[in-house]
């Protein structure tokens, strides 16, 4: 018979632990108060997640790899917690484009004239283009970092650079 169709144990293999959001060396871990308290929702859920796991002595090769995913992922999330300086975005300037400002750009030039795009800059752990966040570390949260309202900034597109302008800017709680 061939190997091909012979059932192997994979329990051998080394599991594969999916990677945090990236976060460049030597930057400080900004989160929103929001941010921080999904950080500790999160860490909640995998503790109880772990301990889950733990009870269950019904396949040991199983327990043991899905103990290895869930130890991994613990302290990847607790180095983050311990690394993360809370800004609330109530405490930044009003009129000046900082963390946790929710922004909207209209594009002058280089993209579609007129296009309208808003978003809030956030942690990297709390960023999500379906929710409307960016990371503060997005090539498109640098470009508007420090920028005012009616002030235009250029950003690289690929081989184009977009000319936007600070259409508004307001600091809710992200």
């Given at each position: 018979?061939?190997?091909?169709?012979?059932?192997?144990?994979?329990?051998?293999?080394?599991?594969?632990?999916?990677?945090?959001?990236?976060?460049?060396?030597?930057?400080?871990?900004?989160?929103?108060?929001?941010?921080?308290?999904?950080?500790?929702?999160?860490?909640?859920?995998?503790?109880?997640?772990?301990?889950?796991?733990?009870?269950?002595?019904?396949?040991?090769?199983?327990?043991?790899?899905?103990?290895?995913?869930?130890?991994?992922?613990?302290?990847?999330?607790t180095q983050r917690l311990t690394t993360a300086k809370v800004i609330d975005p109530r405490t930044q300037p009003a009129d000046?484009?900082?963390?946790?400002?929710?922004?909207?750009?209209?594009?002058?030039?280089?993209?579609?004239?007129g296009t309208k795009r808003t978003f809030t800059i956030v942690g990297v752990d709390e960023a999500s283009v379906a929710a409307?966040?960016?990371?503060?570390?997005?090539?498109?949260?640098?470009?508007?970092?420090?920028?005012?309202?009616?002030?235009?900034?250029?950003?690289?597109?690929?081989?184009?650079?977009?000319?936007?302008?600070?259409?508004?800017?307001?600091?809710?709680?992200?």
């Open positions: 018979m061939s190997r091909a169709f012979v059932k192997e144990n994979d329990a051998g293999e080394p599991p594969i632990i999916p990677p945090r959001a990236a976060l460049p060396p030597g930057a400080t871990n900004y989160v929103t108060p929001t941010g921080l308290e999904q950080l500790r929702a999160e860490l909640s859920a995998l503790e109880e997640e772990r301990a889950k796991v733990e009870a269950n002595h019904e396949d040991e090769a199983n327990r043991t790899r899905q103990l290895t995913i869930l130890n991994a992922q613990l302290k990847a999330l000046e484009v900082r963390f946790g400002a929710t922004v909207t750009l209209l594009t002058r030039s280089g993209g579609r004239p409307g966040k960016v990371a503060f570390v997005a090539p498109i949260a640098r470009a508007v970092i420090g920028a005012r309202v009616g002030q235009t900034v250029k950003l690289p597109m690929g081989g184009k650079e977009e000319t936007l302008e600070i259409a508004a800017l307001t600091y809710d709680r992200a």
